[in-house]
């Protein structure tokens, strides 16, 4: 394949994940675009081979997509280890390849957590500058979903599918919250609940995480597709090593190829869209006597701020059956305890899960048995399991932060990305808070609780934010409202990297959202520029 | 219950004609046998008799079934296929140094016996693995997916869709009664 660079490319878009595919297929009508990407282009035939890796015990997380090596080292100095090669993938499509696919807005107050809650920064932006964008994201990804969300942020128009009807467990845990007073409702998935853009309704494989063989759940493939059908080139395997830059713009990102040769490519905007830790970490990469703390950085922002959402979770069994583990994705939530936050307590989602306990062809390849003794093990272990998930939001702390690793460097010579995460009292306030509810839950169903994810055990939901902030004072942001950063006329950020708080719903459609918005910034931008 | 060709139809489209060898992984090892790599037909019966010894008692038709799915999965003549015919070798050569017969040939008792003094009952699976690891992946593991990820299979164990088997948004909102 030809990797060289693209004459006179207008965009250059570093990250073919949903950020830069959606940046991407919006410019690529009008403008020359060229996609840059880390990682490879996957072969959607390969599928079916990817879900027998994530359901045989040999092959861990990071083998489905191929994440790992040198290319991928990373450390993790913080007080929390972080295993980030569990989190993320490289390659065209990025991260939404494993994805799970819940797509929520984010709540009004969560763009003023600052005003309304005592807790960081304000966006600079509000509920009412992104929520024309949201129905646009919604459509650009396919969501299936209900307005039945009592708790939600307000919305006119109706989801593009409908939602996924409720669960069989489902309707154990509605009996159990009706008693207790707590609203049940549905969970918006991008996940097709009937045939969508060119792509299959779900048929259930059961594996969407990490994989989904059918197409059906939205990864980014969708819009990088699109943009090059529109014209866009997309260079896969092509990691972006530095950004060649003056004082007040990019010149060009210099990238790697398989062949061991190094490339320029010029451009007049570039769009960082490569996630909350390479995003930063490429910046950081880029120091220069200029910038001697890394391009983009005077604020000195960069990196700092690393958020995750953090899980909380309980489950146990019931005396009788819960048909658990049919499809990987929940049909539940409730929102109803979110906007409780304050300063003590963060806000928080509730998810009831349809794939709690073992799945019994996993069990099935890891006992010391097989026949009659293994299909007995198999009916023991399957069957009765049910469980409660929550997400929390993590305060953003300037100790929390992505930088680089002074002793390692990757298959390029680069410094690794080292994940420095630490987590605030106020979150592991709220994950105890969570625990709370989900057991009374479950007590209210009569089970027995067996495992419980408190504030000792809690860990990553994998989703990476606040690494490149964005907000109106250049001395304490990264980016401005639009997305561009403060420092370069040229650049522009499309991740949640840009979040200056975290919220507690799944990021992807606020990331979608933005991207959205970023691009028809890009759109005027350039159009001021022709103009001239 | 009875297994199907149908069934083995339905767990090669969940996992494909091959295994998850055609991306990296399952580089054979330099030991392995130096034997000529056993027909399609002598894999189909080896891994038939191995079936019979790790598949429920309850089942009937696994001839046919495993017949079904060996027969694609050799068909890709690939790594995997190529690893599924060395464990047969191993099989082979183990039960041949200890009971002069190979390993389809050997009584039920004494194959269980033959696969456990290999230690394919406790190994974990690898294709890279030692002698144990590589039959417990490409053996066992193979014909224990086969199953598990169908639908006969998994109605063994309570779940009409299990893992891997693309049955569809109707059975997880049934509940055990079949009812919505």
Redesign the interface.
Known sequence: MDRTPVPDADVCVVGAGPAGGLVADQLAGDYDVVVLDAGPRFDFEDRPERQERAIRPFYGRPDIWEMGGPRDDHTASGEWSYPLNHARVKGIGGSTLHWQGMVMRLHEDDFNSGSTRGVGPDWPIDYEDLRPYYPDAERELGVAGASDNPYGPPREQPYPMPAFPPSYSDSLFAEACEELGIDMHSVPNARNSESYDGRSQCVGYGTCQPVCPSGAKYDATVHIDSAEQQGATVIDRAPVQYLEHGPDQIEAAVYATPDGETHTQSAEVFVLACGGVETPRLLLLSASETYPDGLANTSGAVGRYFMDHLFAGTGGVLDGETRQNHVGFYTSSSQQFYDEANEEFAPLKLEFFNYDGPSPVEMALSGEDWGDDLLERLREGYGNHLGIGALVEQRPQEASYIGLAEDQTDDHGNPVPDVHWTVDDRALRTIERANEIQTEILSELGAEITWQVGPEETGPAYHHMGTTRMGTDPTDSVVDSTGRTHDLQNCWIASSSVFPTGGAVNPTLTIAALALRTADHIDRALGETSTR | MELTRRDAVAALA???G????????SRLRDDGPDSTPPSDDHVRETMSATAE??????LSGIAAFVEEFVDARLAEDDDHAAGIREAVTILDEHSQTWYDQSFADLSADTRETALEGLGA??A????DGSTAERVR?YV??EL??A???SPT??T????E?????????Q??????NGL?
């Open positions: 969940a996992l494909g091959a295994g998850s060898a055609t991306y990296g992984y010894i790790v598949y429920p008692s309850e009952d406790v974990d699976e690898d294709p992946y066992v593991n224990l997916l199953l598990y990820s299979g998994g063994l164990v309570g779940i869709n299990p893992q891997g088997h693309p049955g569809g948004i059975s997880y909102q049934r509940g055990p919505e």
